[in-house]
């Protein structure tokens, strides 16, 4: 599980791009399969997640917003959503900025993207 490419936070997106490379690196000399499955999380992005509820479902970010991955989704136990919960409440320092921002994701669900390879790919390269 790494942070989406598309993460507008720097840090997340770097973070990926590395997480990328040494997949790749892994991979061309054979400790790794060709194959790996890496889920992504994005958190940060200027229209997503929307408010809503602490009821309502989270909805993946638009294909116009993220047009490379296909998300999946997982739906939370009552006692998987209180453990998320009392994990935020941890954020002590990021609360009073980004309070908003992690409150949205308290939802009866959570969100997975799987990245087109093309751009996995292309990463690679880049990097």
Known sequence: MIPHPY????????????????????QAVHVLPERVLVLTYLVHHPTWPSAGSDRDRLA?????????TLWTGI???????????????????????LGDLLHRFCRPNELYGRVKSRVLDGIAEVH
Not at 7 to 26: E, K, M, N, Q
Not at 60 to 68: A, G, H, M, N
Not at 76 to 93: D, I, N, Q, S
């Open 7 to 26: 993460d507008v936070h720097l840090d997340h997106a770097h973070t990926s791009y590395f997480v990328i490379d040494a997949l790749d690196a892994l």
């Open 60 to 68: 993946p970010p638009s294909v116009k917003e993220t047009p490379d």
């Open 75 to 97: 739906d939370l136990t009552p006692a998987e959503l209180a453990a998320k919960e009392a994990a935020l409440g941890e954020y002590r320092t990021q609360l009073p900025v």
